[in-house]
Protein backbone atom coordinates (compact mmCIF):
# COMPACT_ATOMS: atom_id res chain seq x y z
CA UNK A 1 0.00 0.00 0.00
CA UNK A 2 1.32 3.52 -1.17
CA UNK A 3 2.22 6.07 1.88
CA UNK A 4 -0.57 8.54 2.73
CA UNK A 5 -0.23 12.50 3.00
CA UNK A 6 -2.69 13.07 5.36
CA UNK A 7 -2.44 17.01 4.58
CA UNK A 8 -2.93 16.31 1.09
CA UNK A 9 -5.46 13.89 1.58
CA UNK A 10 -7.73 16.87 4.52
CA UNK A 11 -7.29 19.21 0.68
CA UNK A 12 -9.74 16.95 -0.73
CA UNK A 13 -12.80 17.49 1.70
CA UNK A 14 -15.15 20.07 0.81
CA UNK A 15 -18.22 19.60 3.09
CA UNK A 16 -17.95 19.02 7.03
CA UNK A 17 -18.64 16.07 8.75
CA UNK A 18 -18.78 14.18 4.98
CA UNK A 19 -16.03 11.20 6.26
CA UNK A 20 -13.61 10.94 4.09
CA UNK A 21 -12.01 7.35 3.57
CA UNK A 22 -8.60 6.83 4.32
CA UNK A 23 -7.60 2.92 4.90
CA UNK A 24 -9.02 0.08 6.58
CA UNK A 25 -6.72 -2.00 9.55
CA UNK A 26 -8.73 -4.79 10.49
CA UNK A 27 -12.02 -4.71 11.55
CA UNK A 28 -11.82 -0.57 11.26
CA UNK A 29 -12.22 2.52 9.46
CA UNK A 30 -9.77 5.10 9.34
CA UNK A 31 -11.60 8.04 8.49
CA UNK A 32 -10.82 11.63 8.10
CA UNK A 33 -13.21 14.55 8.69
CA UNK A 34 -13.55 18.15 8.36
CA UNK A 35 -15.13 19.93 11.31
CA UNK A 36 -16.83 23.47 11.38
CA UNK A 37 -19.91 24.37 13.36
CA UNK A 38 -21.99 21.49 15.38
CA UNK A 39 -22.53 18.12 14.87
CA UNK A 40 -25.80 15.96 16.36
CA UNK A 41 -25.44 14.72 19.54
CA UNK A 42 -25.33 10.79 19.02
CA UNK A 43 -24.02 7.82 20.01
CA UNK A 44 -22.11 4.00 18.88
CA UNK A 45 -22.15 0.47 20.38
CA UNK A 46 -18.33 1.14 19.99
CA UNK A 47 -15.74 2.76 20.49
CA UNK A 48 -14.52 5.78 18.43
CA UNK A 49 -11.18 7.32 18.87
CA UNK A 50 -11.09 11.06 17.66
CA UNK A 51 -6.99 12.45 16.87
CA UNK A 52 -6.56 16.19 15.31
CA UNK A 53 -4.97 17.13 12.67
CA UNK A 54 -5.37 20.66 12.56
CA UNK A 55 -7.16 23.39 14.52
CA UNK A 56 -9.33 23.02 17.52
CA UNK A 57 -12.59 21.19 18.14
CA UNK A 58 -14.45 20.33 21.79
CA UNK A 59 -16.52 17.75 22.40
CA UNK A 60 -18.91 17.19 24.82
CA UNK A 61 -19.91 14.14 26.20
CA UNK A 62 -22.68 13.33 29.14
CA UNK A 63 -20.43 14.53 32.03
CA UNK A 64 -17.97 16.17 30.48
CA UNK A 65 -16.18 18.62 27.79
CA UNK A 66 -12.75 18.30 26.22
CA UNK A 67 -11.41 20.75 24.06
CA UNK A 68 -8.61 19.19 21.62
CA UNK A 69 -5.55 20.70 19.47
CA UNK A 70 -3.62 19.56 17.08
CA UNK A 71 -1.92 16.28 18.09
CA UNK A 72 -4.48 15.80 20.52
CA UNK A 73 -6.76 12.73 21.21
CA UNK A 74 -9.40 11.06 22.86
CA UNK A 75 -11.16 7.91 23.38
CA UNK A 76 -14.94 7.61 23.52
CA UNK A 77 -16.41 4.49 24.91
CA UNK A 78 -18.95 2.88 23.73
CA UNK A 79 -22.73 4.06 23.96
CA UNK A 80 -21.64 7.67 25.45
CA UNK A 81 -23.62 10.26 24.29
CA UNK A 82 -21.08 12.72 22.32
CA UNK A 83 -21.12 16.03 20.42
CA UNK A 84 -18.52 17.74 18.41
CA UNK A 85 -17.82 21.32 17.74
CA UNK A 86 -15.33 23.75 15.86
CA UNK A 87 -15.66 27.28 15.71
CA UNK A 88 -13.29 27.27 12.53
CA UNK A 89 -12.04 24.66 10.58
CA UNK A 90 -10.38 21.52 11.96
CA UNK A 91 -9.20 18.13 10.85
CA UNK A 92 -9.96 15.58 12.55
CA UNK A 93 -9.03 11.85 12.22
CA UNK A 94 -11.29 9.30 12.97
CA UNK A 95 -10.52 5.50 13.86
CA UNK A 96 -14.02 3.72 13.60
CA UNK A 97 -15.37 -0.23 13.97
CA UNK A 98 -16.52 -1.21 10.13
CA UNK A 99 -20.14 -0.96 9.95
CA UNK A 100 -20.44 1.55 13.02
CA UNK A 101 -23.72 3.13 13.05
CA UNK A 102 -24.98 6.15 15.20
CA UNK A 103 -27.91 6.57 17.06
CA UNK A 104 -28.98 10.41 16.96
CA UNK A 105 -30.74 11.99 19.87
Do not use: C
Request: charged share 30%; glycine share 6%; no cysteine.
Amino acid sequence: MPKINILKEAEKIKKPYTPYHLANVDNYHVFLGLFEGDYKKHKHPYDEFFLVVSGEIEIEMDKESVSLRQGEGILVKKNTWHKSQAKDKAVVMLFEKLGMQSEFV
